[in-house]
């Protein structure tokens, strides 16, 4: 921001760099060991919206951290679920 309060406007090429930070993430996360996750990266506006479910919050974590990394000077905003792994607490009843 400006001294004034407001933000300088985004250039094309923040536009494009923003997509080159995202493809980034999406391949640094296949690559590791969260390459089998259903994680979605959508690019709003300046800011990324991750998406999906995993299986641990330490899961949902690591992804968010990476993508904090990786996209240093954007919003991350994490709407990552985590997926209710627990043993069920009775027994499911079939007729």
Sequence with gaps: MSRHGTR???SAGGAQNL???VAHLTDHLAAG???ELGVR???RGEAVLL???VPS???RDDVLHSARAELLGHPVHCDIVVADNAAPDHAE???
């Design 8 to 10: 300088p406007a985004r």
């Design 19 to 21: 997509d080159y930070l």
């Design 33 to 35: 060991p969260l390459g």
């Design 41 to 43: 990266i959508e690019i």
């Design 51 to 53: 998406t999906g479910t």
């Design 57 to 59: 919050a330490q899961c």
């Design 93 to 95: 009843e079939v007729e």
